[in-house]
């Protein structure tokens, strides 16, 4: 089964304190994708390192070989894992994607994960059984491309204050929400954790009265994303570069006027140009058949590269989504590079463009040049696979 996983992890802590009694992991492994989740009794420091401890046992003896059993034994051992004592507990949801698409769900003492497929929330079905004197609920399936999993802590679900929610937001609430949100957005990782905790922060009036994580994992094509920009730096590469790029299966996007009027020449395709300024600032966007978005290049991708750079730096709250989901060519490419692709291949032409960059300073301190490996660095802290071919 050829697909990716991605998760997002967003969470809020009671009464805005600086540590989050909840804590959460993600191990990667030659045979499976391990996500962990645990909330430890209380809040704070004290509830963060149960948690964390919880988190650690898990990933570190899952990829030594330990069975789940095991796993969970040894934690019941180490924290007395007992709710009615409440010396030393912490709830845990834990799943694990083997490479063939086989997959486990572990969850004790927290809400029910969310399950969507294409879309559609769906029911599940668990077994309840006892390891170690600890009630567990067990699923066992196999994961689909545009499956979505949402894993909380009871922070979200108990979200609520006397005159709303008084009883809590609740499993059900939170379904509909997150449905709404993949109806509009698709499995957006990122958007889905952001949104929840957000909403939560609302239920509670910005001062939660519990902590409050939400663990988002799906599964997507492993899709590509190839960027065209520049003119070669030799007429005659003109045919390779556009034939390579185009012959490489995803999204295709070329940035810039000159190598759009190349691919248009050496794949005898018009070039439809448009004048309607979607944002005063960024040139608009054309069209060409078997390109999915085809951009002015310098002040297009100096833009795009604003967007990444704010999403890398943690901005992913209402305004920063409202903005990536601008129609102009910076916001359009940032959402490619950020929430629809896998892998990015970058196909650049290194003629210098005179109109930025006087002919005589070196290829290295050429504007593009810049743009394309801060692009391209961005792509990487992502966990974007990024291949750069210079013609």
Request: glycine share 8%; net charge neutral; aromatic share 8%.
């Amino acid at each position: 089964m050829k697909f990716n996983i991605d998760y997002a992890v967003k969470s809020c802590s009671k009464n805005n304190d600086r540590v989050c009694g909840d804590t959460t992991r993600h191990v990667e492994t030659d045979d499976m994708d391990i996500y962990v989740l645990s909330d430890g009794i209380g809040s704070g420091v004290r509830a963060n390192i149960l948690s964390t401890v919880t988190t650690t046992l898990f990933s570190t003896m899952l990829q030594t070989g330990s069975s789940v059993d095991d796993c969970i034994t040894e934690i019941s051992r180490m924290l007395a894992m007992d709710a009615s004592n409440r010396i030393a507990y912490s709830t845990f949801v834990l799943l694990t994607i083997s490479r063939n698409g086989r997959a486990k769900l572990t969850e004790y003492d927290s809400p029910k994960t969310l399950f969507y497929r294409d879309g559609k929330l769906l029911d599940v079905n668990y077994t309840c059984r006892e390891v170690a004197g600890m009630k567990i609920r067990e699923y066992n399936f196999v994961v689909h491309v545009n499956d979505c999993f949402v894993l909380m802590s009871d922070g979200v679900t108990h979200a609520g204050m006397p005159d709303v929610y008084p009883f809590g937001w609740g499993r059900t609430r939170v379904a509909e929400y997150v449905s709404q949100l993949i109806q509009n957005n698709g499995n957006v990782c990122m958007r889905i954790a952001t949104a929840v905790i957000g909403q939560c922060r609302e239920i509670y009036r910005q001062v939660p009265g519990d902590d409050a994580t939400a663990m988002v994992v799906s599964v997507g094509k492993d899709q590509r994303l190839n960027i065209l920009t520049g003119p070669p730096s030799r007429d005659e590469l003109d045919e390779q570069f556009i034939h390579d790029f185009i012959g490489q299966s995803g999204l295709h996007v070329i940035a810039g006027g000159t190598s759009a009027c190349i691919a248009s020449r050496v794949l005898n395709r018009q070039l439809k140009v448009s004048l309607d300024y979607m944002d005063p600032d960024i040139p608009p966007v054309a069209q060409m058949e078997g390109i999915d978005l085809v951009i002015e290049g310098i002040l297009t991708l100096n833009r795009t590269l604003k967007f990444l750079l704010r999403y890398n730096q943690g901005e992913h709250n209402r305004v920063f989504y409202k903005e990536l989901d601008s129609k102009d060519g910076a916001a359009r490419l940032a959402k490619m590079i950020i929430e629809q692709c896998v892998s990015v291949s970058l196909f650049v032409g290194k003629t210098v463009n005179t109109a930025y960059q006087p002919k005589e300073l070196p290829l290295e301190l050429g504007i593009r040049m810049q743009l394309v490996a801060r692009i391209a660095h961005e792509c990487r802290k992502m966990g974007k696979r990024v291949e750069v071919k210079y013609y």
